[in-house]
């Protein structure tokens, strides 16, 4: 990779590695030019939730009443599967997997 | 342009008797064989005997007074980040080619419980992510309506199949705008479902708590035949509602002059002159109809944009984080595991795949998280609690699309430009409603869509507007050629 006209060259290589992705040196600089602009424009999410005095959204109907009666209550009880799937309990596919080799 | 009957027109006709299902097997065979060296709308196509095997099963059952599905005989095309066990799914990517499920998602095998017919999986930009279906791994797709044009992403493969007649419905996802963008840029429609409506098991994840499998066709009617199939509750999936008996397709017609359209400033504004103003003429016309249509102004909707992309970035990173080289076809060659994972996404993913990955690495890394995800994520509480306040009043009136179909290759050099074509599309994910898209217009032969957004399981209430728009437009049916 390449550092000309990269200002944020050292940001990239570090998160380069946390995401374990290898860049050519062509994309790399590709990469950077973009990486600045939209950083640039997702800043906008944080100026505009400063001030804001409310809990993060991390599923649509978290707590919201009207939806609440179409929300199944789940379990997760991976030693359980994969023999059967119980109602109400989540699949953990890849778990259940490795449970079943050992 | 020309006019097709609808799917569920087909099914009828199919049962009785008046058409044949082999012939229109063959029919939508041919279309696929004359279109596709231009347009590029599949990924994979299945053997054409075995779609003529499957609608001559069909035939043999109506003639015996078998009891046959719901899609008896209707020709499906599915986009390729939904798994099939019978054919490759790749979501458009090298990383995944020629990734075959060991499962159906259940969204497919709901369709062929109705025996349905799969023919093919369709193209999109690589894991969804793109607005054009320009980024897909196995090169673009066109537009059906102009060849130079983008049918629009990430479902663009889908809409373009039945923008040409190569299937009668099909199946796409929206993440942010991914199936209504290509609905209005093909003339065709396409339903977001309400988060959890439509079960996501089998679906390729990109941003787990934004996208619903949607369905698309080239009718309001065939939208809602799709949708009663294929939703309901589904305990393969986390997240999916506990609903069930879907019946949006008898959705009772719309009494105009109890109608209340809302238009958002913020999802009216900014839009190309011409789509405007085939927006507020049909608007005018629902208004002459009887329909209320009165304007509101939602100030933190000018902010849905960044926090969409926040958010879906610092998902994806989180998703995307599974392909390793380990489990799926994409290898390096390292002998050292760090570097054989990082080489084996090099050779993977795409570039505009990589960047989303770094920037959600970004969003999500210690220092930036607050002012990144964790106010997107505040940002979007807001967005959505203002949606469903108006949505409790009112349906919201909203452009689909800022632009008219972009040319290939006219978006792609800047990624703000690319990202800004879902400006309008992006507000139903974030806040988790329902929104339909369909077509009001054309113009210079280039579609001109519009989209409707109800509240939470309002499904219906937007079937039976955009049936309404049907006969108001005489938009329904209508393919390229």
């Not at chain 2, 369709?122 to 897909?136: H, I, K, P, Q, V």
Request: net charge negative; aromatic share 8%; with cysteine.
């Amino acid at each position: 990779m390449s550092r000309e006209g990269c200002k944020q060259w050292g940001l990239l290589e570090k998160l380069s590695s946390l995401a374990k992705i290898k860049l050519s040196e062509e994309e790399g600089e590709a990469i950077c030019r973009d990486l600045e602009r939209t950083a640039e424009f997702l800043r906008a999410v944080g100026e505009a939730a400063r001030g804001l005095e409310v809990e993060p959204l991390y599923y649509p109907w978290d707590e919201w009443g009207p939806m609440r009666e179409y929300i199944k209550e789940r379990r997760v009880d991976v030693r359980e599967l994969p023999a059967g799937l119980k109602e109400g309990f989540i699949r953990v596919p890849w778990r259940a997997g490795r449970l079943e080799e050992g | 342009m020309r006019r097709v009957r609808g799917a569920w027109e087909l099914v009828r006709d199919f049962r009785e008797g008046v058409e044949d299902p082999v012939e229109h097997a063959y029919k939508v065979l041919g279309a696929i064989r004359a279109w596709e060296p231009r347009v590029n709308a599949f990924i994979s196509l299945e053997a054409p005997e075995l779609v003529v095997e499957a609608a001559e099963s069909v035939k043999r059952r109506i003639e015996s007074g078998e009891r046959v599905g719901r899609l008896a005989g209707v020709t499906v095309s599915v986009k390729d980040n939904i798994c099939t066990s019978f054919l490759p799914t790749t979501a458009g990517s090298r990383m995944l080619d020629p990734y075959i499920s060991p499962f159906n998602a259940t969204v497919v095998e709901r369709l062929m419980a109705e025996d349905a017919i799969v023919v093919g999986k369709t193209n999109l930009d690589e894991f969804a992510m793109g607005s054009t279906t320009e980024l897909s791994a196995f090169g673009p797709t066109r537009n059906p309506w102009d060849l130079s044009r983008v049918p629009g992403g990430s479902s663009g493969g889908s809409a373009a199949s039945l923008a040409y007649g190569g299937s009668d419905v099909s199946l796409g996802s929206d993440t942010g705008g991914s199936a209504r963008l290509p609905a209005a840029y093909t003339a065709t429609t396409s339903l977001k479902p309400t988060y959890g409506l439509v079960s996501r098991y089998g679906l390729i994840p990109y941003g787990n708590s934004l996208e619903q499998i949607s369905p698309m066709a080239r009718s309001v009617r065939d939208l809602a035949l799709l949708l009663d199939v294929m939703g309901g509750w589904d305990p393969m999936d986390s997240t999916s509602l506990k609903v069930g008996g879907l019946d949006t397709f008898n959705s009772p017609p719309l009494d105009v002059g109890k109608l209340k359209v809302c238009v958002v400033r913020e999802m009216a504004e900014g839009a190309d002159p011409i789509i405007e103003s085939a927006f507020w003429s049909i608007l005018e016309r629902l208004g002459s109809e009887g329909a209320e249509v009165v304007e509101v102004s939602v100030p933190i909707i000018s902010k849905a944009l960044p926090a969409y992309y926040t958010i879906a970035f610092s998902e994806a990173a989180s998703n995307l984080a599974r392909y390793d080289g380990v489990l799926y076809p994409a290898k390096g060659f390292s002998g050292v595991w760090e570097e054989f994972i990082a080489e084996s996404r090099m050779r993977g993913f795409g570039r505009e795949v990589k960047k989303r990955i770094l920037m959600g690495v970004y969003a999500l890394s210690e220092g930036y998280r607050d002012e990144y995800y964790i106010a997107a994520t505040k940002v979007r509480r807001v967005i959505r609690d203002e949606i469903l306040r108006v949505t409790r009043k009112c349906i919201i009136a909203a452009q689909a699309a800022p632009i008219l179909p972009p040319r290939l290759g006219e978006r792609l050099d800047d990624p703000l430009k690319l990202y800004a074509m879902d400006v309008y599309t992006v507000i139903a994910n974030l806040a988790g409603v329902p929104a339909l898209a369909q077509p009001i217009g054309f113009h210079s032969g280039l579609p001109i869509g519009i989209q409707w957004l109800a509240g939470p399981l309002e499904e219906g209430r937007l079937v039976s507007l955009g049936t309404l728009i049907e006969e108001l437009t005489g938009l329904s049916g209508v393919i390229a050629g």
